[in-house]
């Protein structure tokens, strides 16, 4: 681990975080997601959310609740946090691309739309992984349909009930985890026979209610043919940002970022931070990518 990601990590414990849970204010690598971007035409339309390869998530062997917690209902975990293995931090390095992610989180004080957010998106053709909770979706059914709609942007898994990814019940800012192997299931599954359901083809990507999982249940992730992505730069501090802190976090991730902020959170600092960031990175060489447009699922 290096000393900058240590850094970023250590922010991040003392509950940058939290704001993901709900303030107390109530592919294949060659595909290209968008043309020029800034001020090119919007991309050719496909299918939000699904997999080029024939050998994706969608044809893989159902696993069922019961043969999680058969294979996984006595292990222990070794870690806790945003590292474990198979998780994905950062895109390749040798490429001056980032990945925008941002998450819905709904629930208590997470229902918001961030419009002035997506909008700036799509004005400037810039693509986005959205990763968006069960909760939020049945909160904005008209929102999310358009979002699944729209080729710059891949939907992705962000749970059932917004928990901590635990096979003990661990908690993270306060907000407890699921308690058992079965329970990693449901909170995976759930939004994912959801996802699936409305966008024709299952989510290739999961991030957990503030990003904290343990081995285990990064395990059980794989196996159900997603894999968990955590962050290499967060950029608006769990929806906590002011605009300026944002634009300074987010303009200045290197090539190969995977940055994390939020779009359910229209009062924050998000919208005009990304704003006057993603014209600096633009202007620097970089160009934004889908999760998939970067990454073998």
């Known amino acids: 681990m290096t000393a900058g990601r240590r850094a970023v990590l250590g922010v991040l414990a003392g509950g940058l975080l939290a704001g993901c849970a709900g303030?107390?204010?109530?592919?294949d690598t060659s595909a290209a997601s968008s043309g020029p971007q800034g001020t090119g035409p919007a991309p050719a339309p496909q299918a939000s959310g699904a997999t080029p390869s024939t050998t994706s998530a969608a044809t893989?062997?159902?696993?069922?609740?019961?043969?999680?917690?058969?294979?996984?209902?006595?292990?222990v975990p070794h870690t806790w946090g945003?590292?474990?293995?198979?998780?994905?931090?950062?895109?390749?390095?040798?490429?001056k691309e980032i990945a925008l992610t941002f998450d819905a989180c709904g629930g208590p004080g997470g229902n918001g739309f961030d419009r002035e957010l997506i909008d700036f998106l799509r004005t400037r053709h810039v693509p986005a992984t959205l990763f968006?909770?069960?909760r939020w979706i049945d909160a904005n059914p008209a929102e999310f349909h358009r979002l699944a709609a729209e080729p710059q942007f891949e939907i992705a898994n962000h749970g059932t009930r917004h928990r901590p990814l635990s096979v003990t019940g661990r908690s993270a800012y306060g907000i407890p985890g699921t308690r058992s192997a079965g329970e990693v299931?449901?909170?995976i599954a759930g939004n994912r026979a959801k996802l699936t359901r409305l966008l024709g083809a299952p989510p290739r990507w999961f991030r957990s209610g503030t990003a904290y999982c343990d081995d285990v249940a990064a395990r059980i992730v794989q196996d159900l043919g997603e894999r968990f992505v955590s962050f290499s730069?967060?950029?608006?501090?769990?929806?906590?940002?002011?605009?300026?802190?944002?634009?300074?976090?987010?303009?200045?991730a290197p090539g190969g970022s995977i940055v994390i902020c939020h779009m359910n959170h229209p009062e924050g600092g998000t919208a005009q931070g990304i704003a006057s960031a993603v014209p600096h990175l633009l202007a620097t060489g970089h160009r934004f990518v889908r999760l998939s447009d970067a990454l073998h699922a």
């Open 23 to 27: 303030q107390k204010k109530d592919t």
């Open 60 to 75: 893989r062997p159902t696993v069922t609740r019961a043969q999680v917690v058969a294979r996984y209902g006595h292990s």
């Open 82 to 95: 945003f590292d474990a293995p198979g998780v994905v931090h950062s895109l390749p390095a040798t490429k």
């Open 132 to 134: 968006i909770n069960s």
């Open 185 to 187: 299931y449901d909170e």
């Open 233 to 252: 730069v967060n950029g608006d501090g769990g929806a906590t940002f002011t605009h300026g802190q944002v634009h300074e976090t987010v303009a200045a």
